[in-house]
């Protein structure tokens, strides 16, 4: 077992300015679609406004992270263990998935023998006292006759998955020369040990209220993997990028905003705005996803459906602050100025594009405040729901390619 050094989550951002373009990076990608609206302003919007000025990116860094520490047992130092591979990848759905074509598109080098070229490791993470304090890592390379640094990219698995779901992105990224990184989130995969173990995390949250199973635990395990990653040696902790679909999007949201050595981010369908799907009704299609909760909810505040009070009390139960201080109009754009592109659906019901009008506008006015617009864009695909495409993981592969590599 390999004890790692404690390292504060607080760090200073790496500086990414357009008159300071990273060297080498793709100059003629293929032509995004960008799906164009207007911001609509809102009275509402103006009384956000005046609160967002307000807002501290240290200092509310620092409250999401005693959020995060007032649901932790105890404190204990981060160790590595060696694992074994996992023979039988777990999946809380059924039929298990067998094939993702989104994935399979991710471009990678024409090795023909990749297979037989790629350095495989499994491990294990102390990010806290318990059963769920023991985080699973996949990470594969390619196996290097002169090791040097290489830029690390982490990869977080949407709902039901695990990291080996993640493979065929893992190795398309390992073979254009990255350490390509994955982990299994809060009770899933190897965390987990039935087809509802999720599900009753989760409802087991609202009843007792220790645990913040929906987005914020894995959050903390993030901030302790970004511990690991930058003290190895073959890492560059300055070129770590991150990256998720769905929940694993929230993921990637959450452990960029709290953590400034994710250096680019790229979220797929999973930003949001929980407040304004609560105050604009739209919140249903988050909800189905992780139904149970609410329901349970529903039940112990004597309701005959679920309504947007059920919908905001389970949110401040569960992950407190998700629909109010940590929402997506405060904690995107103190991202800035770090390279991050969203991708979303234009008909995500999950997603629900207009709830992105003050993030996105706010965002993009902290990117031209620091001199560098075009590390920050939205790309809602026409007509496609709460989907990951084939168009999504090849912009990805472009935006991360753009500001990693040298």
Request: hydrophobic share 35%; net charge positive; glycine share 4%.
């Amino acid at each position: 077992m390999t004890i790692i050094p404690h390292i504060s989550h607080v760090q200073v951002p790496i500086t990414r300015t357009c008159a300071h373009p990273i060297p080498n990076f793709r100059t003629t990608p293929p032509k995004p679609t960008v799906y164009k609206y207007r911001f609509q302003t809102r009275h509402s919007d103006h009384r956000q406004d005046r609160k967002m000025e307000a807002v501290d990116a240290a200092d509310l860094r620092s409250q999401f992270l005693q959020v995060l520490r007032s649901r932790r047992s105890s404190d204990v130092p981060l160790s590595v263990k060696p694992a074994k591979p996992v023979a039988e990848p777990f999946y809380q759905e059924i039929p298990r998935p067998s094939f993702s074509k989104a994935m399979e598109s991710c471009p990678r080098a024409n090795i023909t023998n990749l297979k037989d070229l790629l350095h495989e490791e499994n491990l294990y993470l102390t990010t806290e006292a318990g059963e769920q304090g023991r985080l699973p890592v996949l990470i594969l390379s390619l196996k290097e006759n002169n090791p040097g640094k290489r830029p690390a990219v982490v990869f977080l698995h949407s709902t039901n998955k695990c990291k080996e779901w993640l493979r065929p992105l893992l190795e398309a990224y390992a073979s254009r020369g990255y350490i390509a990184v994955a982990i299994d989130s809060r009770y899933h995969g190897e965390r987990a040990s039935n087809l509802t173990t999720y599900r009753d995390a989760l409802v087991s949250s609202w009843k007792k209220g220790d645990t913040m199973p929906f987005i914020f635990d894995t959050a903390w395990d993030l901030i302790k993997l970004a511990d690991y990653l930058t003290q190895r040696e073959d890492i560059d902790s300055d070129r770590i990028g991150i990256t998720g679909e769905s929940l694993g999007g929230m993921h990637a949201w959450f452990a960029a905003f709290a953590d400034t050595r994710y250096s680019v981010v790229v979220p797929i369908i999973g930003v949001q705005g929980f407040r304004w799907a609560i105050d604009n009704d739209k919140w249903q299609g988050r909800v189905d996803s992780i139904k149970a909760v609410f329901e349970e909810a529903r039940i112990e505040l004597g309701k005959r459906a679920i309504d947007k009070e059920v919908v905001e009390k389970v949110w401040d139960r569960i992950a407190p602050g998700l629909a109010s201080s940590f929402d997506s109009p405060y904690t995107v754009p103190i991202i800035s100025p770090r390279p991050l592109l969203i991708l979303n659906g234009a008909e995500d019901p999950r997603c629900p594009l207009a709830g992105l009008d003050a993030p996105v506008s706010r965002a993009s006015k902290a990117y031209e405040e620091a001199n560098c617009p075009d590390n920050f864009k939205l790309i809602a695909e026409p007509g496609i729901g709460h989907q990951m495409t084939s168009s999504m993981v090849k912009e990805a592969s472009h935006w991360i390619d753009r500001f990693l590599k040298k």
